[in-house]
């Protein structure tokens, strides 16, 4: 399964891409935001920066717009992939922006018809929002075990991008139900390779190497 970072933040995802485990990222209006930063000239240097697949959101609301400002989004670099919402203009848009090559990933997805119908349009991701759908009561990762379901019983291409990530179960589920992409933000990142016992059993290791004598 392929790991996104989900931010805006340039030392974050420098951070991350350090370690080695990023394969893309993703962004959002509300992420861009908390940056303070232009736009454009931001989305330039993270799509410098990371070594895949980079989101960037459309605003627009109508399938000419949308389609317009996914031709301005695109042009930034090669791995740009244009979010488009999953509203009836975003899927009139996202057929037309597959016949053009412009890559898009359906976002806002809250069920698994939405995935079907993105699919149907010939999406490239699809982004359900797992933590959104838990906060309200419903369980999201039954979400993403339906749309692997239709996406298998179909062979549609569409990647399953899980999104809304809160926690490493989260991560672990999404691995496990057979989700292509799962994106997180850095404070998950960071909890994906931590454990206590790692950390104990380390610990003990280096206690016992310093007792050890007359070492070269
Ligand atoms: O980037 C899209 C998605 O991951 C947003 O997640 O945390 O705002 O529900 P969140």
Request: hydrophobic share 45%; aromatic share 6%; proline share 5%.
């Amino acid at each position: 399964m392929k790991l996104f970072l989900d931010t805006a933040d340039l030392d974050q995802i420098r951070e991350a891409c350090r370690w080695g485990i990023i394969d893309g990222a993703t962004t959002n209006p509300s992420l861009v935001f908390k940056t303070g930063r232009e736009p454009r000239e931001l989305y330039a240097e993270i799509c410098r920066i990371v070594p895949g697949p980079v989101s960037l959101e459309c605003i627009a609301l109508d399938s000419a717009g949308i389609v317009a400002e996914a031709r301005q989004l695109a042009e930034i670099a090669d791995n740009v992939v244009v979010k488009v919402p999953i509203i009836r203009e975003g899927l009139i848009a996202v057929k037309q922006l597959a016949a053009l090559g412009i890559k898009t990933n359906v976002t806002v997805v809250h069920s698994p018809l939405q995935a079907l119908l993105a699919a149907k349009c010939g999406a490239t991701y699809v982004s359900p929002f797992v933590g959104r759908l838990d906060s309200v009561g419903q369980v999201g990762m039954e979400m993403i075990h339906q749309i692997r379901t239709i996406f298998d019983n179909y062979d549609f291409a569409t990647e399953i991008l899980v999104a809304s990530a809160r926690h490493p179960l989260h991560v672990l589920e999404s691995a496990l139900a057979g989700a292509d992409v799962c994106t997180a933000p850095m404070e998950v990142m960071e909890q994906l390779y931590q454990h206590p016992m790692t950390d104990v059993v380390l610990k003990q290791f280096l206690a016992d190497w310093a007792k050890v004598p007359a070492k070269g």
